[in-house]
């Protein structure tokens, strides 16, 4: 067997993404299914995922860090995603889910994850009594536990979107900021709130392990905005075509290393493997930055005008190059645009090139949505369930994913910053509207599905 | 004539293609006396056997790179890259080892 199999410049090319332009599995997140550990006594139930836990996810940190050793690819994260909980915990008597949370978040650090995903309920066209205690859990249950992450689908397509939900969404978030304002509002940086939420997603805060999954899957999330980055530089000014099939052919060469280790990790961990996420996921760390690459394209700062569509280019051609390189390709898989957690979005928010509705405008086209904002800690609930319910139509009506994980960060005004700390960075205050929503928030219901779901 | 029945592919189960026991070792950094013969000789101690060897010149770094057998091979794949690790710090050169799978995943289909 000849080395001319490879070329050099094959070889160094993979070395550099990983050594220099910080391309990473971002996450290899272990699904779970709790379902079976339903129960009239929370406390035995909570046990009972416990244990189901630490058994299944006993050799998932040393599993990732064997694949990492081996194929000299530095898996950053290992995570967990469980059933959304309103469903297991319902079964019981209890009004408050926040015993669950503690013994998910003992697991969690029993098994050495960072973060473990799904503390969560479904609620777009209504309600259980499960439902309403987990959602009435979650400002206590971020405040006491470290690695729970919390979610809350409001709205899809199909269904239109809970407005009541929504409300109680603005007023879940400011509770759970005032209640970790000694860490800035931290809790809120755990909690995302959905439209068309997916099963599969294996990025935090908000994975779960959806209804349709199997028993136990393998999800990886793969990230390498430095590597398109450096793509995009190297092509020089090259027309738009050219420039959409440099990025496809750096997202299709980054899945495939998700796909690698999402194979070897099902194998070493013998559970089935589910999707690999292309997501193009920053973080503050220089280099590693979504916006340098709209920048990259011609834009002096990432929020002036042409943004939007450079970032439609970007999230398209990720998607298009990640499909071709993977068997299957699921989460949100696209281009990531959290403020906190980006160098290019902090500057530019920072210096108000990026203002909140031109933020607002580029989720329109991003994989997700409001991601990592800090806003004024005074801002009314109405007014943050308002901001919820422009980005859960956007989502509805377009069809796609959409979430607000926005931080009202206590005694903070616009152009405060505020620091999470590690992979969460940091993030400038940024300003919202002032004029009420309130009477709009108020009327209740549900907004109807749009025409274009009725269409089977 | 026909051939055997085709291969059932699992569609809840992606299978991992046959391990290989090659393993890419790359070494970057500047150029100086004694690199190959310092990494053969890590190499030939443990019974790993080298199968190929291309340097150039890349970038401004000087890039060698060995595709190494180890299924003889007396020291685990772990303890092997920790031990071209150490070499590499001892001589200033960035020397790693990673599974031939990476490589071919990225860049082959």
New interface residues.
């Given amino acids: 067997m000849s080395l001319s199999r490879f070329s050099p410049q094959e070889i160094v090319e993979t070395i550099r993404m990983v050594q220099m332009e910080n391309l990473d599995i971002r996450t290899i997140t272990m699904g779970i299914s709790l379902r079976d550990c339903a129960h009239p006594d929370l406390r035995v139930s909570a046990q009972k995922a416990y244990d189901k836990i630490c058994r299944l996810a006993e050799h998932l940190v040393a599993s990732g860090e064997s694949i990492a050793a081996e194929y000299g690819v530095p898996v950053i994260n290992k995570r967990i995603s469980v059933t959304p909980i309103a469903l297991v915990a319902e079964s019981s008597a209890a009004d408050s889910y926040v015993l669950m949370a503690e013994y998910l978040d003992r697991a969690a650090k029993e098994v050495g994850v960072n973060f473990l995903g799904g503390f969560s309920a479904l609620v777009h066209k209504g309600m259980t009594r499960g439902d309403e205690a987990l959602l009435a859990s979650i400002p206590e249950a971020l405040a006491v536990t470290e690695r729970v992450c919390a979610s809350v689908n409001v709205g899809t397509t199909r269904a239109g979107i809970n407005m009541d939900a929504v409300a109680q969404m603005g007023r879940i978030i400011l509770d759970t900021a005032r209640r970790t304002a000694d860490r800035n509002g931290l809790g809120c940086a755990k909690l995302v709130v959905f439209c068309n939420a997916v099963d599969d997603n294996p990025f935090m805060a908000g994975a779960f392990h959806g209804i349709g999954e199997p028993e136990c899957v393998i999800n990886v999330g793969v990230s390498g905005p430095g590597a398109v980055l450096r793509a995009v530089e190297k092509d020089g000014q090259t027309d738009f075509g050219t420039l959409a099939t440099t990025i496809k052919r750096t997202a299709f060469k980054i899945t495939r290393m998700g796909e690698l280790v999402g194979r070897a990790a099902s194998e070493k961990l013998g559970v089935p493997f589910g999707i690999v996420d292309l997501s193009l996921a920053p973080t503050p760390a220089q280099g590693d930055s979504v916006a340098r690459i709209v920048e990259a394209m011609g834009l002096d700062r990432i929020g002036t005008h042409g943004s939007t569509a450079a970032l439609a280019l970007l999230n398209d051609a990720v998607k298009k190059g990640g499909a071709m390189a993977s068997s299957y390709v699921g989460g949100l898989s696209g281009a990531f645009i959290p403020v906190s957690e980006d160098i290019g979005m902090i500057e530019a928010a920072g210096m108000g090139a990026l203002t909140f509705d031109k933020l607002e405008a580029m989720t329109c086209v991003c994989s997700v949505g409001l991601d990592m904002v800090a806003i004024p800690g005074d801002t009314p609930a109405e007014t943050i369930a308002a901001i919820i319910a422009d980005e859960a139509a956007i989502g509805m009506i377009n069809r796609k994913t959409t979430a607000v994980r926005v931080i009202p960060a206590p005694g903070k005004k616009p152009g405060d910053m505020v620091e999470f700390g590690g992979l969460l960075g940091r993030a400038p205050v940024m300003a919202v509207h002032t004029e009420s929503s309130r009477a709009f928030i108020a009327r209740g219901g549900r907004i109807p599905a749009p025409l274009q779901a009725l269409n089977n | 004539m026909m051939a055997g029945p085709a291969a059932v592919i699992h569609s ?5 293609p046959p391990k290989s026991h ?1 393993i ?1 070792v ?1 070494v ?1 950094g500047r150029d100086r006396v004694g690199i190959i013969s310092n990494v053969s000789a890590l190499l030939a101690a443990a019974e790993a056997n080298i ?6 010149v ?2 401004e770094f000087f ?1 060698m ?3 190494v057998d180890i299924e003889h091979s007396r020291a685990p ?2 303890e092997l ?1 920790q031990r071209l690790n150490a070499k590499g710090e001892e001589m200033g050169l ?1 020397i ?13 289909i």
């Fill in positions: 809840d189960r992606v299978v991992m090659r890419i790359s970057i199968l190929d060897i291309s340097q150039s890349m970038e890039v790179i060995m595709m794949f772990e890259k960035k790693d080892a990673q599974h031939e799978d990476v490589f071919k995943f990225m860049h082959r």
